[in-house]
């Protein structure tokens, strides 16, 4: 059975020695390019977190100018939607909302209080 190939991994492995021995032959002129193309590239992503904002930001224009009756449909719409949605039990006390029925589900028996307790003072 052959021998399994090791992961190249470590610092001194083949691809990294290789990397780093082209790196140190390059000369000023590729540097500089490097140099700038890494600027643009990361230009372009920061151009695109920016439009990420603009977005958000317009969005939230929008919905302050919606008109009350949408609100209030929206709020129902989502009502309607948490109400009919199905409960996750597990920790559900520590994120209790009280917008979710959790009486309609069958696994949960929500009695009367019939037991008063005494408070007791030292």
């Keep these: 059975m052959p021998r399994r190939r090791r992961p190249d991994l470590g610092r001194r492995s083949q691809s990294n020695v290789r990397r780093a021995t082209s790196r140190t032959n390059r000369t000023d002129d590729q540097r500089e390019t490097d140099q700038e ?45 948490k109400h009919n949605a199905p409960v ?8 209790y ?4 029925d959790y009486s309609a589900d069958k696994s949960i028996t929500i009695g ?11």
């Design 37 to 81: 193309n890494c600027r643009v590239a990361m230009s372009e992503l920061r151009s695109l977190e920016s439009d990420n904002e603009v977005d958000r930001l317009r969005i939230q224009r929008v919905r302050a100018h919606q008109k009350q009756q949408q609100r209030v449909r929206n709020d129902e719409i989502e009502r309607f939607r």
């Design 112 to 122: 009367e209080m019939t037991i008063i307790c005494k408070l007791q003072r030292r």
């Design 88 to 95: 996750t039990l597990e920790r559900a006390s520590f994120h």
């Design 97 to 100: 909302d009280a917008a979710i």
